[in-house]
């Protein structure tokens, strides 16, 4: 699948499935086309280039990266809810005791913490029990406690559900655990794979805690190519192309321009990502 926008391949040659109760999560820096990539996959944009399919009655809860609300429009939480559709009382309140806002049903959304909001927005996906639940970059102003919470209601959803997960992280290198398949995009499918577990490791338990260490994960990075500083790739073989494969979607030309090691704009050196990332690195 390719989505191609001001003359330029915004991702080209990505192709990924979410199956019922996987949870899939795509990293990648900035502008690699996380947001395109999940938007296509759930009919908001129209390839291009290839095609994009959901089951025929597919049920799908989306939380946007953005959503603005005009600060002059009174809006409460309950009313937030049923903004786009109706949604039986019962479920609304299960979804607000679920993600622990049912205290704020009558806050107005202006006067919620960026925490609060990203709650009320998982809230409202959640009450009409989706069958694929999106969530572009869900820990957008939620603290690491925060964090760890989401990851375990992500996961007590899918186990009492069913539903599939795509989550979206520019986290590079610390995943949900329970993620079954990570897709590292950088305009095209960089590397893919499961990350490794840290929940044995004395030194990641140290680093976590306790409680955190079983909820996130490692995914070591397994790129066959570097992305050069003036945006071309150097491949394994040593050659240099302008693009990883010809069908490859073109790289984040901001970035690119910023002349850092990593053309990419991670802040990271792939080469780096065989261990962990210490956390002054990792992208929170
Ligand atoms: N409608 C559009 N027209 C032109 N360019 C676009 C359009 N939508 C997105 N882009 C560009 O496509 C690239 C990918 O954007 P996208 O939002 O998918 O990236 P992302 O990986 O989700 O980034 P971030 O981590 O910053 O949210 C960016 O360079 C963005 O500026």
Request: net charge negative; with cysteine.
């Amino acid at each position: 699948m390719g989505v191609r926008r001001s003359g330029r391949w915004l991702v080209r040659g990505v192709d990924l499935d979410v199956r019922r109760g996987e949870i899939v999560t795509l990293i990648g820096p900035n502008g690699s086309g996380k947001s395109t990539t999940a938007k296509a996959a759930i009919g908001i944009l129209c390839p291009d280039e290839g095609v994009a399919g959901q089951r025929p009655g597919l049920r799908i809860g989306y939380v946007p990266q953005k959503l603005a609300i005009d600060s002059t429009l009174p809006l409460t939480v309950m009313r937030l809810m049923t903004l786009t559709g109706p949604i039986a009382p019962a479920d609304i309140d299960a979804a607000l005791h679920e993600t622990g806002i049912a205290h704020l049903a009558r806050a107005e959304v202006q006067a919620l913490s960026g925490g609060e909001f990203q709650r009320a927005l998982l809230a409202r996906a959640i009450a009409r029990k989706p069958d694929l639940l999106v969530l572009d970059e869900p820990l957008q102003g939620v603290d690491f406690a925060g964090e760890i919470a989401l990851y375990a209601l992500i996961k007590r959803l899918r186990d009492r559900t069913g539903c599939g997960v795509l989550l979206i992280s520019h986290d590079l290198h610390i995943v949900m655990a329970e993620t079954d398949t990570v897709i590292c995009l950088n305009g095209h499918v960089c590397c893919r794979g499961t990350p490794q577990s840290v929940t044995d490791s004395p030194e990641y338990r140290r680093l976590f805690g306790p409680v955190a260490a079983p909820a996130v994960a490692v995914y070591h990075h397994h790129h066959d190519h570097t992305h050069l500083p003036d945006g071309r790739v150097l491949h394994q073989d040593g050659s240099v192309t302008t693009h990883c494969h010809p069908d490859d979607g073109h790289h984040h030309e901001a970035a690119l321009a910023d002349g850092d090691d990593d053309a990419c704009g991670c802040g990271a050196n792939h080469h780096r990502l065989q261990g962990f990332a210490p956390a002054e690195e990792r992208h929170v």
